[in-house]
C-alpha cells in the first residue's frame, strides 16, 4: 500500500483545512486508515481512523467535533476535514494504513504517507 498525503498549510486559528490521503497498491479491501500528527518535540498521536469497508471512525477527545474522516471509494482517498483550528493544531500530519488494528499504537500501522505541515496562527 503506498500514501500520498496532500494538504496542508498555513490557516489562521478558527479557519478549516482539508487533508487528503491517496491510496495505491494492493491491500484486502478492509484496513483502517488512520491520520496522526507530530509537533516539535511531541509524541506522534493518532487524530483520527476510519475502517475502509465500513466507514466506522474513531477521533480522541482533542479534535472531536472539530476534524472529520471521510473516503472516497472511487478514488481511493482518505480526506481529513479539520474545522475551528486552533494553533495547538500545528503539526506535520501523516496518514497511515494498517491490514486490520483498530487501535491508537503509531507502531503497528506499517504503511505511512509523507508528512503534511499544517500551521495554524493565532
Known amino acids: 500500500v503506498q500514501l500520498q498525503a496532500s494538504g496542508g498549510g498555513l490557516v489562521q486559528a478558527g479557519g478549516s483545512l482539508r487533508l487528503s490521503c491517496a491510496v495505491s497498491g494492493r491491500s484486502n479491501g478492509n484496513y483502517v486508515m488512520g491520520w496522526f500528527r507530530q509537533a516539535p518535540g511531541e509524541e506522534r498521536e493518532l487524530v483520527g481512523r476510519?475502517?475502509?469497508?465500513?466507514?466506522?471512525?474513531y477521533y480522541p477527545g482533542s479534535v472531536k467535533g472539530r476534524f472529520t474522516l471521510s473516503r472516497d471509494t472511487a478514488k481511493p482517498v482518505v480526506y481529513l476535514q479539520m474545522n475551528s483550528l486552533k494553533p495547538e493544531d500545528t503539526a506535520v500530519y501523516y496518514c497511515?494504513?494498517?491490514?486490520?488494528?483498530?487501535?491508537?499504537?503509531?507502531?503497528?500501522?506499517?504503511?505511512w504517507g509523507q508528512g503534511t505541515l499544517v500551521t495554524v496562527s493565532s
Open positions: 476510519i475502517r475502509w469497508s465500513s466507514g466506522f471512525t
Open positions: 497511515a494504513a494498517n491490514e486490520r488494528y483498530w487501535g491508537d499504537r503509531s507502531g503497528l500501522y506499517p504503511y
